[in-house]
């Protein structure tokens, strides 16, 4: 099946701070998303971006689906913006999104 | 829009029972529904994928007399555990697409945290 890595696995940063976060994939994909996690396990919606670029806010995404690759931007934190952010994918013709590890954030005051 | 409800958000049963979880979508049709399972500390592992009106898909390694997923309507799929035990304790989280984007974005429940006994 297709492959999710997520990097880096844990970052610490204090308020103010941007953050790139990157998520590689092993096959062409018909449907990427990033998610937040919140700390009572809802996972909220950040981005659909099987390709291409999008923002909202002070988050930001690109997908380069040819190199299979996504970054998620992050810029200026806040300390709501700690939690987990996990990259899934869909594709290889299969149902179904696969998850990555994810990506520990905290931001600090 | 895109509102995906779970039922119960948690429960605590006694282990050898069965508990059946509940996922609807509020206001759109879902032609498809998928059922994920989280343990602590890890990330989300796919468990099956319920189409209306036909059998369940499920991953390798779950096992489908356990997990029965039944998706009778557009905006309800069920997920029960029959004769759980304790290794069955995790976060269950559903997820829809909506009907008109059949390749499109999946919506996700608030998850059910379920304790077995």
């Known amino acids: 099946g297709i492959q999710v890595e997520q990097s880096p696995p844990d970052l610490i940063l204090q308020e103010g701070a941007n953050s790139t976060l990157r998520c590689n994939f092993s096959?062409?994909?018909?449907?990427l998303q990033w998610f937040h996690q919140n700390p009572w396990g809802q996972l909220i919606n950040l981005f659909y971006?099987?390709?291409g670029t999008k923002q909202n806010g002070r988050l930001s995404a690109t997908t380069v689906a040819t190199e299979r690759y996504s970054l998620l931007y992050i810029s200026s934190s806040q300390t709501t913006d700690s939690g987990v952010y996990f990259c899934?994918?869909?594709?290889?013709?299969?149902?179904?999104?696969?998850f990555g590890k994810g990506t520990h954030l905290i931001i600090q005051p | 829009g895109a509102v995906v409800s779970q039922h119960p958000s948690w429960v605590i049963c006694k282990s050898g029972t069965s508990v059946k979880i509940e996922c609807r979508s509020l206001?759109?049709?879902?032609?498809?529904m998928f059922w994920y399972r989280q343990f602590p500390k890890q990330s989300l592992m796919l468990m099956a994928t319920?189409?209306?009106?036909?059998?369940?898909?499920?991953e390798q390694g779950v096992e489908k007399d356990k997990f029965l997923i039944n998706h009778a309507s557009l905006t309800l799929s069920t997920l029960t555990v029959t004769s759980a035990h304790p290794e069955d304790s995790s976060f269950y989280i559903c997820?829809?697409?909506?009907?008109?984007?059949?390749?499109?974005?999946?919506?996700f429940g608030p998850g059910t945290r379920l304790t077995v006994t």
């Open positions: 997820s829809a697409r909506d009907h008109e984007t059949p390749l499109g974005e999946q919506y």
């Open positions: 096959d062409s994909v018909n449907n």
């Open positions: 971006i099987p390709s």
């Open positions: 899934a994918v869909e594709g290889g013709g299969a149902d179904g999104l696969t």
């Open positions: 206001d759109f049709q879902a032609t498809t």
């Open positions: 319920s189409n209306e009106g036909s059998k369940a898909t499920y």
